[in-house]
C-alpha cells in the first residue's frame, strides 16, 4: 500500500505565498511521475502541474510564472512552491502519484486527501 500525505495547506492574504508539500510512503518500488491537482467549489478537478522522475515538469497555463513543482527524489515528496496567490487560486489542493508497488508491482495512481488552500483577505 501507499500512502501520500499533503501539508502546507492554509488561509494566506493575495499577493502572498505558500509552500505545499507531499510525501509518498509505504510499499513503493518506482515513482514515475507526481504531480498537483486542484478543486474550487463547483468546479472539475484539474492539474496545476506535474513533475517527472527525471525532473521534466510542466504546469497548467493559469499558473505558469507563478507557481514552482520540485521533487526530492531520496525522500518521495513533490512541493509545489505558489507565489502572488489569488482568490481564483482558492481550491483543495491534491497529491497524485503514479507509482509502481514493490509487492504486487502494479503501477497505478494513488491520491492524498487533499490540503485546503485559501487566498482572502
Known amino acids: 500500500q501507499v500512502q501520500l500525505v499533503e501539508s502546507g495547506g492554509g488561509l494566506v492574504q493575495p499577493g502572498g505565498s505558500l509552500r505545499l508539500s507531499c510525501a509518498a510512503s509505504g510499499s513503493i518500488r518506482s515513482i514515475y511521475a507526481m504531480s498537483w491537482y486542484r478543486q474550487a467549489p463547483g468546479k472539475q478537478r484539474e492539474l496545476v502541474a506535474g513533475?517527472?522522475?527525471?525532473?521534466?515538469?510542466n504546469y497548467a497555463a493559469s499558473v505558469k510564472g507563478q507557481f514552482t513543482i520540485s521533487g526530492d527524489t531520496a525522500k518521495n515528496t513533490v512541493y509545489l512552491q505558489m507565489n502572488r496567490l489569488k482568490p481564483e487560486d482558492t481550491a483543495v489542493y491534491y497529491c497524485n502519484a503514479d507509482v509502481r508497488d514493490n509487492m504486487w508491482y502494479v503501477r497505478m495512481d494513488y491520491w492524498g486527501q487533499g490540503t485546503q488552500v485559501t487566498v482572502s483577505s
Open positions: 513533475i517527472t522522475s527525471g525532473g521534466s515538469a
